[in-house]
């Protein structure tokens, strides 16, 4: 049974971003703290970064690129470059827009859907039984209130940014639960998962 | 050598307190979910509360009830009531508020300070060898800006609620890191401690 599960890199201060984050600028001033821990820029390759890894912090690398589809926000891929069209090992990449494709979502592996609900089926589908990495804020905000993420991975990484974007912001009142699955610690980074427990 | 700790109940969504939180409303609309760990509302006795505790949760409420003195907002003490003028052991508490103090705080043990570095250095001095209870949003993010407070303990709730009042808001632009010194779990709650690594 494939899971669709967030991983994010987040300040104890809960941004995820700093400030004037885009693209040309990646994840913001001074964001780049926030990928300490695996050694690479915003627009640096995940396989590059996996590759001097060792321990926890490999293991969790190595965890998110086995997973079989990525769904995305429009901002994050953007600030991202895309990834060059390929996240990881080629799988189908499910960016959540609502504008028109434009020439930089032409990759093959790119497809653009403009709800939350029909990419996380649709990612799920293109996984088979590997999880869908899910990444960005609004994209982690929005599956969640349509109750289509399962679980978070939150790298929690030791400073406080003060300012920049929040991996929570703007999202409606009402609480979600959330069961704590496994919490540990590599260097420069404290690795918290929680299941999402769906209202019944 | 005393260290100014903040000890606060957190979301993972990084509220501290629920919308509409005031006297009369304790910390929120749902704010008292952050406070189940240790099984007291708002205004409930924090001697009362240790007593029912075992194991990890009851090892942190001791801690903080073996503090020396408190530092607490203006609001944090209102939407408690004041704690009936004795928040534990009849520790000195320093309010920090500009305003003239009105008849809530003619308590024995209460003395409004104006200034947040004021207040954490007549805490030490109150406090001896033992550490400083830092409480409150407002007077955390004082003393970090201001460079006074030694360390967090966040005690994170499996939660997201949402919307409230978050404990690090219009913070000031500028990295602070933090040194984790430990992480672990108890029964609803996760302990996660940091040193607060003044800027050279």
């Given at each position: 049974m494939s899971n669709s599960v967030l991983y994010m890199s987040m300040s104890v201060?809960?941004?995820i971003a700093g400030p004037n984050d885009g693209p040309g600028n990646?994840?913001?001033?001074?964001?780049?703290r926030l990928h300490e821990w695996f050694g690479m820029?915003?627009?640096?390759s995940h396989l590059d970064a996996a590759a001097h890894l060792s321990g926890v912090n490999r293991d969790v690398m190595d965890e998110a690129l086995a997973t079989g589809a990525v769904v995305t926000g429009r901002r994050t891929f953007a600030n991202a470059g895309g990834?060059?069209?390929?996240?990881?090992?080629g799988v189908p990449i499910f960016v959540l827009t609502r504008r028109q494709p434009d020439?930089?979502?032409?990759?093959?592996a790119v497809t653009c859907v403009s709800d939350v609900k029909d990419a996380v089926r649709m990612a799920k589908e293109a996984a088979g039984d590997r999880d869908v990495l899910v990444h960005g804020a609004v994209t982690a905000q929005l599956a969640l209130t349509a109750g289509v993420l399962d679980e978070l991975h939150i790298h929690l990484?030791?400073?406080?940014?003060?300012?920049g974007r929040r991996l929570f912001e703007d999202m409606p009142p009402g609480h979600i639960e959330l069961e704590p699955t496994r919490a540990f610690s590599g260097p420069g980074v404290q690795h918290l998962r929680y299941r999402v427990r769906q209202a019944g």
């Open positions: 201060d809960g941004f990646g994840i913001g001033d001074g964001g780049d820029d915003a627009e640096g990834w060059g069209g390929d996240h990881h090992d020439a930089t979502l032409q990759w093959p990484v030791p400073v406080l940014l003060g300012q």
